[in-house]
């Protein structure tokens, strides 16, 4: 039985959550922050016939999560999505790649990425690495220009507010390095909560790349956040060359993620 959850599911949803809550910290954090009455999230859940919690699906604006431990109502949670596609779709491989049996739905573009943990920071920040700031609202615009710019990157119209969102909420920020006044380097979170976040939009100018700039940002977010904060990290990548810098800052791959966008 799937149905939609509320403030009363709460206890018994986080239990379940927090069985892996790495994999789990997008939807932590978007309950923690905006509850399950909302215009823009929404959040089900599906209960066995002894009615304990077996999986769970988020709305957050037109982007779903979802997450299973074991076999799950995949039907039942795709007759749920949008019917004009592309859906765009998130969540642990093994888990999201059974919606491509569903042939009434249409995903977006198909992009499968390592999912790595940090719980303890490797480097210490260099005393003449370049300075650091914290974003803020005033900053949006030129985040979203330096993002614009990673052809990796797919920038939909609901990203500026979704950014916005995020530092309202304060469930996501980004570091800058910046020069002449053009941030030329950054590296933000997401899915903020009480116990980790998501590093999100490491990316760096194409102009300015090969000068170790991405690792000084991101050390210096990894300071805030872990050592003071005391929070996990976690990311996801695709590229081997990126993956062995995450890996020297001191994460470690758990498993796979699967996008669909």
């Not at 996801?236 to 966008?261: C, E, Q, V």
Request: net charge negative.
């Amino acid at each position: 039985m799937i149905r939609k959850l509320n403030n009363q599911d709460h206890a018994k949803v986080f239990s379940f959550l927090k069985e892996e809550p790495s994999f789990n910290l997008f939807i932590i954090g978007d309950i923690e922050a905006f509850g399950y009455e909302t215009e823009f999230q929404q959040i089900w859940g599906e209960f066995d016939e002894k009615l304990n919690l077996i999986s769970v699906m988020l709305r957050f604006h037109d982007s779903y999560l979802v997450y299973a431990k074991e076999a799950f109502d995949v039907e039942g949670y795709a007759r749920l999505l949008p019917v004009e596609g592309p859906v765009q779709l998130s969540g642990k491989s093994e888990v999201v790649e059974k919606f491509e049996t569903q042939s009434f739905i249409q995903l977006g573009e198909k992009k499968k990425m390592y999912f790595a943990e940090c719980r303890s920071k490797s480097h210490a920040k260099d005393p003449d690495s370049r300075p650091v700031h914290l974003a803020d609202f005033e900053d949006v615009d030129r985040i979203m220009e330096l993002r614009s710019r990673i052809k990796e990157f797919v920038i939909t119209p609901s990203r500026r507010d979704i950014l916005v969102q995020a530092m309202k909420s304060k469930t996501g920020r980004t570091y800058y390095i910046e020069e002449n006044g053009q941030m030329i380097s950054a590296a933000g979170t997401a899915a903020e909560n009480s116990i980790s976040a998501m590093i999100v939009g490491v990316c760096t100018h194409p102009e300015h790349r090969n000068k170790g700039l991405a690792s000084e940002t991101l050390i210096a977010l990894m300071e805030d956040l872990m050592e003071i904060e005391k929070k996990t990290l976690c990311l996801f990548y695709d590229n081997p060359a990126a993956g062995s810098i995450y890996h020297r800052l001191g994460f470690k791959d758990i498993g796979k993620w699967t996008m669909y966008r």
